[in-house]
């Protein structure tokens, strides 16, 4: 058997290797048209930073130690530039001598990864893209000798917002241009807005609905708001499309996503090919549609089951979630499945909880807060997605949620997870009991709960809004117009609140619950603001820049 795999990083490589731990007298030739293989290319942003001081850290193979170990033959600076199904044969170039031949395969397999999108509107200014070691190499060397003082990164998703804090680290001002009114689009606005506020805390000149549209002479950019921004250096992280190049001159079926389609086990519409990675659609975990998951977990799970496929142990690949994580100048930002605005677009039903726990018992020196935003099914109960923002802690709690959403438990099944407990990390009652508990008192209807892009419609019904704060608290920043009566002398206030649709709000939302059961315990129809105080300032911060506020509070 001979197999050739397009590609020698993320899911080309894990396939290449699994594939000889199962066949030891398979032929396997893996082509790379850049230089290096299996590097890795989440460590790039953190070289450009200095965190990672030593460029061969990236390096975690070579062509020799590959053959060494796994009898592969890898052949780099080559590149795959067409695929003949009939005679099973692709053409390859040496992209150094342009010298071209022809290899046959019984099995073929695609990772090409993905291409950048370009984010300048019809400017030519030269800019840099963060995907290779090229990349760093070309990047780090414009830092060296110009002695780069300014940098303009273009985007601000995952790898945008990764060589922000990077540029920052090695002391270079930065300013962010995003396109659409928010940063980190996988967020909804309300859990965005703490991450805007901590790039533009830590210096970075954020440029929201602004693309880059030319040069001013050296160093200098323009930004399509009129202005102009010093840029010694120009990242273009616009995002990526799923490179489709080969697949699509072989004629192979193309999915509604515009990755190369596959079924559960990797094989392409020819079944003689198979695709794994970036370049490739995978199955949405929430409604099975046809979707687009750019993570290096990914690739190398479906890596290495294309291997177990070719070799005969076909296991079908389960649906993706899309966990993510990032780091960002202390802040952790976590995500898994759909966000409330694409489930607003898809017209899902869904419920919402907001909490504000933090990570480990509050009495245990060194706790650190999050917030978290869960996502359910209106009608089965089921988890459709999560996002959290925050300090420690952070991390495990998406894991939890992740492996939640894959084994099928409802959210209020969160409840009763036993999950690990000492004070100094986590509470007896976990934040994933706690976003459990809020999750179940809105499927039986104890809690009923108000977003707060819903506030200003609510009020404009005619509801009322209680701020069951201390009076110091109100008084320390409170939302118009609302009216205090504090949690511990509501009971003896009643009769001073009207007999109308009351909204109750806390900090949090905690109290707030409380609030809301004596007040309907007491024959008033009360809601509780999900999330609280906080969650509303942070919403409305963001509320002219995000599709969500501009639906409802413009
Ligand atoms: C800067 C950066 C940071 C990242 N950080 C994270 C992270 O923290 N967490 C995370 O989950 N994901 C991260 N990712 C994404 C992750 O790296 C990718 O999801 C993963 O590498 C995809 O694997 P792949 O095999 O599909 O593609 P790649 O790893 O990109 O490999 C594709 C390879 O195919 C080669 N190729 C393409 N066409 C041809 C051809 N015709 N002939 C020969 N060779 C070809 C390319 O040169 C490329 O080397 C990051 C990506 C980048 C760029």
């Not at 001013?216 to 160093?219: L, N, Q, S, V, W």
């Given at each position: 058997m001979k197999i050739i795999i397009v590609g020698g990083v993320a899911g080309g490589m894990s396939a290449a290797t699994r594939l000889r731990r199962l066949d030891e007298t398979a032929q396997i030739i893996v082509f790379e048209r850049?230089?290096?293989?299996?590097?890795?290319n989440c460590g790039l942003p953190y070289f450009v930073g200095g965190i990672i001081r030593n460029r061969g850290d990236l390096l975690l193979q070579t062509p020799q130690s590959l053959g060494a170990r796994f009898a592969l033959d890898v052949r780099v600076d080559t590149e795959v530039v067409r695929i003949d199904r009939t005679a099973q044969t692709v053409s390859v170039r040496n992209v150094l001598t342009g010298d071209e031949s022809i290899e046959h395969y019984d099995r073929l397999v695609l990772a090409a990864g993905a291409s950048a999108r370009s984010g300048a509107t019809g400017s030519t200014i030269p800019t840099y893209t963060l995907r290779t070691v090229d990349d760093v190499d070309r990047i780090t060397a414009v830092l060296a000798e110009a002695g780069a003082a300014s940098a303009v990164v273009m985007g601000g998703g995952f790898i945008g917002l990764e060589a922000v804090e990077n540029l920052v680290h090695r002391g270079v001002h930065v300013t962010l241009v995003q396109r659409g009114p928010q940063i980190f689009t996988p967020l909804d606005p309300e859990m965005a807005a703490p991450v805007l506020d901590r790039v533009r805390e830590r210096g970075v000149d954020v440029r929201l609905n602004t693309t880059v549209t030319g040069t001013?002479?050296?160093?200098t950019v323009i930004l399509s708001d009129g202005t102009t921004v010093p840029a010694d250096l120009v990242i273009d992280a616009s995002g990526v499309r799923p490179d489709v190049t080969l697949a699509e001159q072989a004629g192979l079926r193309i999915g509604e996503s515009g990755g190369v389609w596959v079924d559960g086990t990797q094989a392409t519409s020819d079944p003689l090919i198979f695709a794994v990675g970036d370049g490739v659609e995978k199955m949405d975990a929430v409604d099975g549609s046809g979707t687009l998951v750019t993570m290096a977990g990914l690739a190398n799970r479906h890596g290495r089951s294309v291997a177990d496929s070719i070799a005969g142990n076909t296991e079908h690949a389960a649906p993706a979630l899309g966990t993510g994580i990032l780091g960002i100048f202390g802040l952790t930002v976590a995500l898994v499945g759909w966000s409330e605005k694409r489930l607003v677009a898809a017209g899902r039903a869904h419920r919402i909880a907001h909490t504000h726990p933090s990570n480990h018992a509050g009495y245990f020196p060194g706790a650190e807060g999050m917030s978290i935003k869960l996502l359910i099914d209106a009608e089965s109960d089921a988890i459709l997605g999560a996002q959290i923002v925050g300090g420690a802690g952070v991390d495990k709690r998406i894991d939890v949620l992740a492996v939640a959403m894959a084994a099928g438990l409802g959210a209020s099944a969160l409840t009763r997870l036993e999950l690990a407990y000492a004070p100094q990390y986590a509470s007896a009652k976990d934040p994933i009991n706690q976003l459990g508990y809020v999750a179940d008192n809105l499927a039986q209807g104890t809690s009923v709960n108000l977003q707060w892009h819903e506030l200003e419609a609510a009020r404009a019904a005619g509801a009322v809004l209680v701020d069951v704060r201390s009076a110091e608290e109100f008084a320390a920043g409170s939302i118009p117009g609302a009216l205090n009566v504090s949690l511990d002398e509501l009971r003896a206030r009643?009769?001073?609140?009207?007999?109308v649709p009351l909204i109750v709000h806390c900090q949090v939302g905690q109290r707030g619950h409380t609030a809301a059961r004596i007040l309907t315990e007491s024959g008033f129809d009360a809601q509780n603001l999900d999330g609280g105080y906080r969650t509303w300032l942070a919403g409305t911060s963001s509320l002219m820049a995000s599709p969500i506020a501009e639906r409802v509070l413009v």
């Open positions: 850049g230089h290096y293989v299996s590097f890795a001013a002479g050296a160093g009643l009769f001073e609140l009207p007999r």
